[in-house]
C-alpha cells in the first residue's frame, strides 16, 4: 500500500526544512519510497481523528497498510529497517548507525530545541538574558564533542547511514546561529548532507508547500 505521512498545512519554519515532516521525506527518498502526504491544519492537529495516530498532536505520522506509526526518529528508523539504503549491512555497523540516530535526537538536540523555545516563550522574561549564556554553553560543548568526534571523516560511521541523516536535520536547527561557525567540520558535514540528491529532493517538496500556501493566502 501507499505510504502516507502527514505535514503542516502551515508550517512555521516557512519552509527551511526543519519541520519534522522533514528527516521522514529524506528517509524515503533515500530509500526510493514513493509517498502521499496529508497536510493538517494546528487546529486539525488538535482533534480527535489526528490524535488518534498522534496523541500529543505534533507532526509528522506515518501510515502504511494498517501501521500507524508517530515520532520522527521511529519513523526514520523504520523506513531505514525496511528498506536498503540507510543501514549498514553488517549487523555491528547497523547498529553504530542507529546509535548515532538516538545521540543525535537524545544528546545533540535537547540543548538546541531548548535554546529555541526561550527565544520564543521567555523572550519577554527578566531573567531570559541570563540564561542565554548557559544554553550557549551547552549546546557548544556538544558541538565541540561532536566536532572532535567526526575529525576530517565525511560521515559519522563509515557510509551515510539514517545516523547521519538524523544528525545532519539536528545541526541545521543552528544554520542561523554563528555557533557552528567555530566549528567547520561540522559544517562541511551539513553541506554534504543537503547536497544529497534525496535531500534536495525532499527540502524541494516541503519548501513547494509553503510556496504554495503563501501563494493561495
Known amino acids: 500500500m501507499t505510504i502516507t505521512i502527514t505535514a503542516f498545512a502551515n508550517s512555521p519554519d516557512r519552509g527551511r526544512g526543519q519541520a519534522r515532516d522533514m528527516p521522514v521525506r529524506w528517509a524515503l527518498e533515500e530509500a526510493g519510497q514513493p509517498c502521499d502526504v496529508r497536510l493538517v491544519s494546528f487546529r486539525e492537529m488538535n482533534e480527535t481523528p489526528h490524535l488518534a495516530d498522534q496523541p500529543f498532536g505534533q507532526i509528522p505520522t506515518y501510515e502504511e497498510d494498517g501501521l500507524v506509526?508517530?515520532?520522527?526518529?521511529?519513523?526514520?528508523?523504520?523506513?531505514?529497517?525496511?528498506?536498503?539504503?540507510?543501514?549498514?549491512?553488517?549487523?555491528?555497523?547497523?547498529?553504530?548507525?542507529?546509535?548515532?540516530?538516538?545521540?543525535?535526537?537524545?544528546?545533540?538536540?535537547?540543548?538546541?530545541?531548548?535554546?529555541?523555545?526561550?527565544?520564543?516563550?521567555?523572550?519577554?522574561?527578566?531573567?531570559?538574558?541570563?540564561?542565554?549564556?548557559?544554553?550557549?554553553?551547552?549546546?557548544?560543548?556538544?558541538?565541540?564533542?561532536?566536532?572532535?568526534?567526526?575529525?576530517?571523516?565525511?560521515?559519522?560511521?563509515?557510509?551515510?547511514?539514517?545516523?547521519?541523516?538524523?544528525?545532519?536535520?539536528?545541526?541545521?536547527?543552528?544554520?542561523?546561529?554563528?555557533?557552528?561557525?567555530?566549528?567547520?567540520?561540522?559544517?562541511?558535514?551539513?553541506a554534504r548532507g543537503e547536497a544529497r540528491p534525496a535531500f534536495k529532493r525532499a527540502f524541494t517538496a516541503q519548501l513547494t508547500v509553503f510556496e504554495g500556501r503563501a501563494t493561495d493566502t
Do not use: C
Open 69 to 190: 506509526l508517530f515520532e520522527s526518529g521511529a519513523i526514520v528508523l523504520h523506513i531505514a529497517q525496511r528498506h536498503s539504503g540507510l543501514l549498514p549491512d553488517d549487523e555491528d555497523a547497523r547498529a553504530r548507525a542507529i546509535v548515532w540516530m538516538f545521540a543525535a535526537q537524545a544528546t545533540v538536540e535537547p540543548p538546541i530545541t531548548e535554546r529555541e523555545a526561550a527565544g520564543y516563550l521567555e523572550h519577554d522574561q527578566d531573567w531570559h538574558r541570563q540564561r542565554l549564556p548557559l544554553m550557549d554553553e551547552r549546546i557548544g560543548k556538544r558541538l565541540a564533542q561532536l566536532s572532535a568526534r567526526l575529525g576530517d571523516a565525511d560521515w559519522l560511521d563509515g557510509a551515510f547511514s539514517a545516523g547521519d541523516l538524523v544528525m545532519v536535520g539536528v545541526l541545521r536547527r543552528l544554520n542561523r546561529s554563528p555557533m557552528l561557525n567555530s566549528y567547520p567540520n561540522l559544517q562541511a558535514y551539513i
